[in-house]
């Protein structure tokens, strides 16, 4: 099968999983209620006044996570922040880290809807949220803000999957294991958090770093698995996966905002990268993003012909990298800034973790050490 094949049943296969996703939007919008308080889940229930929800409960935190991964998986999600078992916002924290599930819209139901509750649910990750005693009118209100969020969404939600499993199917082709697609996702969008993009340019982001090296699935297993120079027919083939990834997602418009991600993220900043040789700020810096990350990456996992560098090593590959010419020098000093400041917050963590595994023991022995009170007579 020739690239241009492989392209055409890859935009067919994915575009057929958009046409699946658009249909589950038009289905009835299955709502998730979750409050240990069962009059309240009958107020809601019987509250919310479109008849084309369908409603399923749950009675604690635990139970609402549980059904929240099943499928299918609700559309919506109405949970108490404080609900018994695992509590609301770390319900909503875990659905909106997976992948999988952060797209889901969440609605927390505070007791007092204060600034500092407010400022919990938008921590926690939650699109929307209301005060007890719940106002039906603003219920529905809500309601019919993330139906369209999740009609919105719908599209998104397919391109996701299709963009995890093509990414997944490369990476195990390239040699790397299960996790490293997520692991240059998390790179990315939380070095881009540093930098300070905003919501949507993360979002972004995250697909830029999941789909960059989608076209690679067109080249050969024996240039990706090469360990030895390639010829210059083997580099010229290879130099054509950006241009490759972006020939698969150009048809589908959810993509269409990534494009220049997957295109330009093997630039250099001197003008010498490829598919287009572009030069400084020319590069678009989602791009060069996913250019650092992606190298980082790379350079900290293990590979069938090497064993993983150290972080140390790894930094200092990429500062030399950016003398060469291949990186911008602002945008790796702070890269590394970056990685510094994640070192230092998990080290702190590691050592409070280690003080707590400490005390711990010794303040038990210090309590089991008293004497007991003597028993009245």
């Known amino acids: 099968m020739d690239s ?7 935009s067919t296969s994915i575009a057929e999983t958009f046409t699946q996703a658009a249909a589950d939007s038009a289905q009835r919008m299955r709502i998730l209620i979750a409050d240990g308080n069962a009059t309240i889940r009958k107020l809601l229930r019987h509250g919310i006044s479109d008849a084309d929800y369908e409603i399923i409960e749950a009675t604690d935190g635990n139970q609402a996570l549980e059904l929240a991964m099943m499928r299918p ?18 319900v909503c924290r875990t659905l909106k880290s997976d992948m999988q599930y952060r797209t889901i819209p969440v609605i927390i139901m505070t007791t007092a809807g204060t600034n500092e509750e407010i400022n919990e649910a938008v921590d926690a990750g939650a699109d929307e949220f209301l005060s007890k005693p719940i106002n039906r009118a603003e219920l529905n209100v809500r309601l019919r803000s993330i139906t369209r969020m999740h009609k919105g969404n719908a599209e998104m939600i397919g391109a996701e999957s299709v963009a995890l499993s093509l990414a997944r199917a ?10 490293h697609v997520e692991q240059v996702a998390n790179y990315a969008v939380d070095f881009g958090k540093a930098l300070g993009l905003d919501s949507g340019e993360l979002k972004m982001l995250r697909f830029g770093a999941i789909l960059h090296n989608v076209g690679k699935i067109a080249i050969p297993d024996s240039i990706l698995e090469k360990t030895g120079p390639l010829t210059p027919r083997e580099r010229a083939l290879f130099h054509q996966h950006p241009r490759v990834g972006c020939d698969i997602c150009a048809p589908l418009a959810p993509l269409r905002p990534v494009l220049p991600i997957i295109r330009h993220h093997k630039e250099h900043f001197d003008g010498t990268g490829y598919p287009d040789g572009l030069r400084g700020d020319k590069i678009p810096l989602k791009a060069q993003i996913v250019g650092i990350v992606d190298v980082y990456s790379a350079l900290t996992s293990d590979r069938p012909f090497r064993r993983a560098k150290s972080q140390t090593e790894a930094v200092e590959i990429i500062t030399d990298r950016a003398r060469q010419g291949i990186h911008s020098p602002e945008l790796v000093d702070r890269f590394t800034a970056w990685v510094s400041e994640q070192n230092a917050k998990h080290q702190a963590s590691r050592t409070e973790s280690q003080t707590d595994s400490v005390i ?16 009245p007579n």
């Not at 609700?74 to 609900?83: E, F, R, S, T, Y």
């Not at 490369?170 to 996790?179: C, E, H, L, R, T």
């Not at 711990?360 to 028993?375: E, I, L």
């Open 4 to 10: 241009n094949q492989l392209d055409t049943g890859l």
């Open 73 to 90: 998986e609700p559309h919506a999600i109405l949970i108490d922040a404080q609900i018994n078992g695992t509590n609301g916002l770390q």
């Open 170 to 179: 490369v990476a195990s082709k390239d040699g790397y294991s299960s996790g």
């Open 360 to 375: 711990a023991p010794a303040v038990a022995s210090a309590v089991a050490a008293v004497p007991a009170a003597a028993a």
